[in-house]
């Protein structure tokens, strides 16, 4: 959402980007053009946890409706009366808050084209019918979200998202045409839909946004000069690094797995271990492996992601880490975990060929045997060389995307040009 912010301010657009009085307090941005307000959602910061979100939620969407519509009144009489509001996908609800107080609104989707459109399709039924006519790039990705079978109430929540869709004007996606441009189309013929991403640091990518280096937040303080001074001693492409996000937790006998397949693949490695599953790793392992390994709590993941030494990048699939990964080039050791990750990382081996997939044991566990398989597979095989080969070549679509007159950059300027004459 602020990397958007940042594109929109680079068109002119003057932005407020709205966050929560539960959620931590946010980093300050460095763009003039970005004002931060926070708006109570009437709990305190920490205060709703994974344990009592769902019976918090009534009261959270009740109160922050009333929060949200308050400042839009009290801006509405400012110097910048708002125009438009967007909000994440997950709440639909803030849609009708916009409308009635007399702006338009759009939903921002943080996960990619095809998991939209297969969800889309369950919500107007047409999964339950034969699948011609879809696009098939979509295919791919349709079993593993069925194996995943989600709840009831978990995929109603997600269903949600999609309750007003065919009232809206816009709807943005963190992705770009050409990385699925056959399921973009199809979209785009259902839905007003405007590919906006990827939504990385413009440093990274087109370096047109001056001052652009990070996404200016972080949930956890990362480790940064102990990591980047670690990698500046290693050669170009010997290093695998491994992450699996901020919420994922995996279990001891995985970790132990991991641990020893990465000893065992013989390549250096950097393995962010949360504090709190630190004590899941196998006695003495970070000592007998200091010469070959680093374990930190946290890491400025971009940074470490474009540094010349990593060679892979062993991720749960979570959407920002693999178009992280993407736009830098770097191959991918899929380790889905849930959700949409495992599409991912269905897409990330089978279609686009920027990686390997793990595959589990009969328990569900990935052996060490097949960790250090996959990675030897990145970072000795031809295999390997093939996938670095592609790899490069979604970078180079990466940053012509959001390059001036890039795709995700003309969708950007019209919707810019639409607020403006409004």
């Known amino acids: 959402m602020l990397q958007f912010c940042k594109r929109l301010a680079s068109k002119g657009v003057r932005v407020t980007l709205i966050t929560t009085s539960s959620t931590p307090e946010f980093t300050q941005t460095q763009s003039s053009s970005i004002i931060v307000e926070r708006i109570s959602d009437g709990f305190k910061e920490g205060e709703i946890t994974q344990e009592n979100v769902e019976k918090l939620f009534g009261q959270f969407i009740s109160n922050l409706s009333q929060s949200l519509a308050d400042l839009i009144d009290k801006q509405t009489g400012s110097k910048y009366p708002p125009k438009f509001l967007v909000y994440d996908a997950a709440m639909p609800w803030a849609l009708d808050v916009a409308r009635r107080c007399g702006i338009d609104g759009a939903p921002l989707c943080t996960t990619n084209m095809a998991v939209h459109a297969i969800y889309y399709l369950v919500r107007q039924g047409q999964l339950k019918h034969p699948l011609e006519g879809l696009p098939s790039m979509l295919l791919p990705g349709i079993s593993d979200l069925q194996n995943e079978s989600p709840d009831e109430a978990r995929l109603n929540e997600i269903l949600n998202q999609f309750s007003n869709i065919h009232r809206l004007n816009f709807l943005f996606v963190n ?26 640091p413009s440093m990274y990518l087109d370096k047109r946004l001056e001052d652009d280096k990070g996404y200016g937040l972080s949930l956890f303080k990362p480790n940064t000069e102990a990591c980047i001074n670690w990698l500046d001693s290693k050669e170009t492409a ?31 490695f950097l393995w962010v271990v949360k504090e709190s599953e630190e004590k899941k790793l196998p006695n003495n392992f970070i000592e007998e492996t200091s010469q070959k390994g680093l ?128």
Not at 241 to 254: N, P, T
Not at 372 to 389: A, D, Y
């Open 238 to 268: 010997s290093v695998v690094y491994v992450s699996f996000g901020s919420w994922c937790g995996l279990g001891e006998e995985q970790m132990e797995e991991i641990a020893w397949g990465l000893k065992r693949s013989n390549s250096y």
């Open 295 to 422: 374990v930190v709590s946290w890491s400025p993941q971009l940074e470490v992601l474009a540094h010349k030494s990593v060679g892979c990048f062993m991720t749960h699939c979570g959407w920002n880490s693999t178009l992280e990964a993407l736009s830098l080039g770097v191959p991918l050791v899929a380790m889905p975990q849930y959700s949409e990750q495992k599409m991912n990382a269905k897409f990330i081996a089978d279609v686009w060929e920027i990686g390997v997939r793990v595959r589990v044991n009969e328990k569900g566990i990935v052996t060490k045997e097949e960790i250090e398989k996959c990675v030897r597979q990145i970072m000795e095989g031809e295999r390997g060389q093939q996938i670095k080969g592609n790899s490069q070549k979604f970078k180079k679509l990466a940053k012509e995307a959001v390059d001036d007159g890039g795709s995700s950059d003309k969708n950007i300027h019209e919707f810019v040009a639409k607020l403006a004459s409004t």
């Open 175 to 200: 992705t770009f045409d050409k990385l699925e441009d056959e399921v973009v189309k199809w979209m785009e013929r259902q839905l007003p839909v405007k590919t906006i991403g990827p939504t990385i």
